[in-house]
Every structure is written in C-alpha cells, then in structure tokens.
C-alpha cells in the first residue's frame, strides 16, 4: 500500500531504510536509475521553446490572418441579432437538409473572412456598418454537418451512420415519387404527362 498521510517513519524504521540503502548492490541500482536520461527537455531546450521570442514566432505562424477582428466580430451583439433573424426567417430549419431537432448554426453565403478583408480597416475603427456583414439575406440556417459540407470539410462516416443516411434518401425519394404519381396530370411512371 503506501505511506498514509501524515505518517512519520519511528526512529527504528529510518534505521532500517538507512542499512539497506547503504548496501553495495542498492547503491548500484540507485546510480544506474539516477543516471537514466530524464524524460522532459532539457535546459537549452526549454529555454529555447519558452524563450518570449520562439512563443511569438509560433504565435505568428500558426495564427489565422484577421483572426482577432473574427472574434470581435463573433462577440459583437449585432452577430447575435443577425443569426436570430437567420435562424427565424427560415424557420429553425436546416436548409440544406430540411432537419429541425439539430443544432443549428448561421452560415454567410459570402464567406465572413471575405467581408472582414474587404472591410478591414472600417472594422478596425470599430465600424459595423460593413455590407453584408449582418445583412439578413447574406445568411442561410444549416445544421453542422451541412455546414461542415459547405465549407468543403470532409466527413468522416461510420457505416452506420452512413447506412441511415442512405435509408433516409431512399424513403425521401420514395415519398418524392409518390406524391408525383399523385399529381393530377402525370402517369403512372410519374414523368411523363398524360396525354
């Protein structure tokens, strides 16, 4: 087990730990462990990779460009305004697959980094008044995974999930046929009109 805390070793079991960490061989197997290469960076290389000049260098080459004017952007209340009309006027509804019980997020047709470097210096005075920006018709609801598709992001799919999806189409598409065959007008195969 271990040590309990607060514990204090009597006089008798320090003696005993001292014996046996004298004996030859013990101190051997210390020395060998002591001398182990450490896990960790060395000095030079910690001094190097916290130095305040290696920080702002990888700061610089792993920053997103306007990256800071994006976020100020994101937090201002109008952002917030803005994706509340998006989200009411299609209805909280994705629009690229029509689901309702998903999480919902606001995407600009012409894309907010685009707006932000045409418009950068009026942003950086912190005018808002930037077309398009908040503009309600610049704005689409798409549940994440179409946002992620119209931003061109790879989906990575179980085949579960992609069997569903699959399922889904196949009943969307059955339930589009039907209601054509269903029109006054068509024929049986549902293209072609009656003559």
Not at 92 to 102: A, Y
Not at 157 to 168: F, M, Q, Y
Request: a positive charge; glycine letters at 6%.
């Amino acid at each position: 087990m271990g040590q309990k805390k607060g514990f204090k070793h009597t006089d008798e079991a320090k003696e005993k730990i001292r014996a046996y960490m004298e004996r030859p061989e013990i101190k051997e197997k210390m020395r060998i462990v002591s001398s182990r290469k450490r896990k960790g960076y060395s000095p030079e290389v910690y001094n190097k990779m916290f130095s305040p000049e290696y920080r702002e260098a990888m700061r610089k080459r792993y920053a997103k460009p306007n990256n800071n004017l994006l976020h100020v952007v994101k937090n201002h209340f109008r952002y917030n305004l803005w994706r509340g009309e998006v989200f009411t006027r299609d209805s909280w509804t994705c629009r690229g697959c029509f689901s309702k019980d998903v999480k919902l997020e606001a995407h600009h047709k012409v894309p907010l980094l685009d707006i932000i470097d045409k418009n950068i210096e009026a942003l950086k005075k912190d005018d808002f008044n930037v077309p398009l920006l908040f503009d309600v018709n610049n704005g689409v609801t798409l549940c994440i995974k179409c946002h992620l598709l119209e931003h061109g992001k790879v989906l990575r799919l179980k085949k579960a999930s992609l069997r569903e999806i699959i399922t889904a189409l196949r009943v969307e598409i059955a339930e589009k046929d039907r209601i054509i065959q269903e029109l006054p007008g068509r024929s049986g195969n549902g293209l072609a009109p009656e003559p």
